[in-house]
C-alpha cells in the first residue's frame, strides 16, 4: 500500500524535507543489505537510471535510484530549491516540483483562485503519473500550514482537486495552525478560508499548533541544559540534524519544530511500513475515529519526547510511556482531552512491545478519560515492531476530542476582530472569483463545527445511554 505525499508552501516543504530525511535514516537502519523491499515500495520508486534518468522501476533486487513518491508545490521556489540543493537533492526530480517565482502574498485568495486555476492542469498531470506508478494507492497527505497563502490557499485547492480526481482514495491532512503572536496579520482570515475546504474536503485533519511545538522543543532544550537526562547530545542527533552539534537548535529553531511534525508522520506512517503484530493502516484511523463526517481533527501526541533530541537517555518504563501520551506537555496541540469527551483513541506503539502491555495500559488509563456513552470501547490499536531509530519504543496516540473546540473557538474570535473592521478585506476581494460571500460562508461552516462540538459536550457525564437499533423481523 501507497501513501502519497503532497507538500505545499513554505511550511508544508520544510517539513516535507525533514519527513524525508528521517524516513531514509529509518529504513537504512532496518536495510542494512540495501534491497529494495516492500517497507521502502511505501514510500519510495526504485529507479534504473541507466536509461538517461528516467529508467522502469525495479521491483526486485538492489536500490539503483530512489526516488519519494511526493508532489512538491510551491508559488516561492526558495525553499524547494533549498531542498534541491541539499542533501535530498537525488530523491526528487523535476517532474515532481511545481514551482513559481512571487508567491501568494500571505492571500488564501491568491492561493486558491489565481494559482488554482493558473496550475490545476499541471498538478493533475502530475497527479496522475505519480498515481500511475502506485500499485496500491492507499491514501493522499497533505502537508500545509494554515496562516499563509500557498499552503492554505493552494493546499485545499489541491484536496478539492485530489477528490475529483481519485474520491475513492483517503485524504489525511497535517495543518500547521498559527500562534496568536502571528506575524502574517491575515492568518486568521487564511484559516478560517482554509478551515472550510477541510470540513469539507478532508477525511481526517491532524491539527499542529506552532505555540505546542516552540514549547516541546523549549522544554527539551531545558531538559539538555539541565543535565537532568545526562549533558550529551549524540553527535548525529535528529533535532540538531544538519550540522550535528546542539548550536544549530538555537540558529534554527524551525528546524527541530518541523522535526516534531515529520516524527509524527513517521509513526503515523510505520505500520504501513514495517511488519508488526498488529498492523494498521491509515484508513483505518480514518473509519475507526471519525464517526461524524465533519469531526475529523484527531489531536495527536508523541512520547518519548527525547526521541526529538536523540539524547542518551535510560528507556523509560512502559507505563509511563503511556501515562505520557496523555499528558498536555506531550501534545502538538494545546488541549485538555483529560477534562473534555472523546469518540475515539488510537494508540500507535513501535518497538518491543506486547499486546497484554498495550491492553493493561488502556484498562489502566480508561477510569480517568471520559469516553461518548455510544462507544466506550473506542480504542483502535497498532503495533509496529520496528522502533523509531536508537530507541526501544515509541507511541503516537491520536484522539478524537472535543477539546478540539477552543483552538477553533480562538479561531473565530481573531477572524471576527479582523472581520468587523472590514481590515486588509480588499486584498481579497478584488481577486477574481473571490465574493465578500465566501468570507460568511467560511465563517459559518466554523461556527457550526463548533456548534457540533458544542452539542457532544453536553452530553458528557450523562446516563450511559446504548443507541437504539434497527430492530429486524425475524
Known amino acids: 500500500a501507497v501513501s502519497l505525499p503532497f507538500a505545499v508552501g513554505q511550511c508544508g516543504n520544510q517539513v516535507g524535507c525533514r519527513f524525508w530525511d528521517l524516513a531514509l535514516r529509518e529504513h537504512a537502519a532496518v ?8 517497507a521502502l515500495s511505501s ?26 513518491r511526493a508532489l512538491l508545490i510551491d508559488m516561492e521556489e526558495g525553499v524547494v ?46 497527479l496522475r503519473k505519480t498515481a500511475e506508478h502506485c500499485d496500491c494507492l492507499q491514501c493522499f497527505f497533505i502537508i500545509h500550514s494554515m496562516g499563509g497563502g500557498t499552503g492554505s490557499g493552494l493546499g485545499t485547492f489541491v484536496l478539492n482537486l485530489l477528490e475529483e480526481e481519485f474520491p475513492e482514495v483517503y485524504r489525511f491532512v497535517t495543518s500547521v495552525y498559527p500562534s496568536g503572536e502571528d506575524d502574517v496579520i491575515t492568518s486568521p482570515y487564511n484559516s478560517v478560508l482554509a478551515m472550510k475546504e477541510l470540513n ?8 499542529i499548533e506552532n505555540e505546542s511545538l516552540f514549547e516541546i522543543v523549549n522544554k527539551i532544550h531545558q531538559m539538555i541544559n539541565s543535565g537532568k537526562l545526562g549533558s550529551t547530545v549524540k553527535q548525529n542527533s535528529l533535532v540538531t540534524s544538519s550540522a550535528g552539534s546542539a548550536k544549530t537548535l538555537q540558529e534554527k529553531p524551525f528546524d527541530a519544530m518541523n522535526n516534531i511534525v515529520a516524527n509524527l508522520l513517521l509513526n503515523l506512517t510505520s505500520s504501513a511500513r ?20 465533519r469531526l475529523h481533527y484527531l489531536v495527536s501526541s508523541l512520547t518519548p519526547l527525547y526521541t526529538l533530541a536523540d539524547v542518551n537517555v535510560p528507556s523509560r518504563r512502559l507505563d509511563q510511556m503511556f501515562s505520557d501520551a496523555f499528558s498536555r506537555d506531550h501534545q502538538l496541540i494545546q488541549a485538555d ?45 497498532g503495533l509496529c515492531s520496528v522502533p523509531p531509530v536508537g530507541h526501544s519504543h515509541s507511541l503516537l496516540a491520536l484522539a478524537n476530542n472535543t477539546c478540539v473546540k477552543p483552538t477553533f473557538i480562538e479561531l473565530k474570535d481573531r477572524f471576527m476582530k479582523l472581520y468587523k473592521k472590514k481590515a486588509h478585506l480588499h486584498h481579497y476581494l478584488q481577486i477574481d472569483g473571490m465574493e465578500q460571500s465566501c468570507f460568511s460562508e467560511a465563517i459559518s461552516s466554523l461556527t457550526d463545527l463548533i456548534e457540533e462540538y458544542n452539542e457532544l459536550d453536553a452530553t458528557k457525564g450523562g446516563p450511559r445511554i446504548d443507541p437504539s437499533r434497527l430492530k429486524i423481523a425475524v
Open 337 to 381: 482531552p483529560k477534562h473534555s469527551l472523546y469518540l475515539a483513541c488510537a494508540l500507535l506503539v513501535r518497538g518491543n512491545v506486547q499486546v497484554s502491555d498495550l491492553r493493561r495500559n488502556i484498562e489502566r488509563l480508561k477510569p480517568s478519560l471520559h469516553f461518548v456513552s455510544w462507544n466506550q470501547e473506542g480504542w483502535k490499536t
Open 31 to 38: 536495510n542494512k543489505k540495501g534491497i529494495y523491499d516492500e
Open 81 to 126: 530549491n533549498e531542498i534541491l540543493q541539499g542533501p535530498l537533492r537525488d530523491v526528487f526530480d523535476s517532474k515532481q516540483l511545481i514551482t513559481d517565482v512571487s508567491g501568494s502574498g500571505n492571500n488564501w485568495a491568491v492561493g486558491h483562485k489565481i494559482y488554482g486555476c493558473q496550475y490545476r492542469e499541471n498538478i493533475v498531470e502530475k
Open 200 to 207: 469539507e474536503h478532508a477525511d481526517c485533519v491532524l491539527p
Open 274 to 293: 514495517f511488519e508488526g503484530s498488529l498492523n494498521m493502516d491509515l484508513n483505518e484511523i480514518s473509519m475507526n475515529l471519525v464517526p461524524f463526517p
Open 43 to 68: 514510500f519510495f520508486r526504485n529507479v534504473d537510471t541507466r536509461s538517461g534518468g528516467n529508467g522502469p522501476d525495479i521491483y526486485k533486487g538492489k536500490i539503483c535510484s530512489l526516488k519519494a
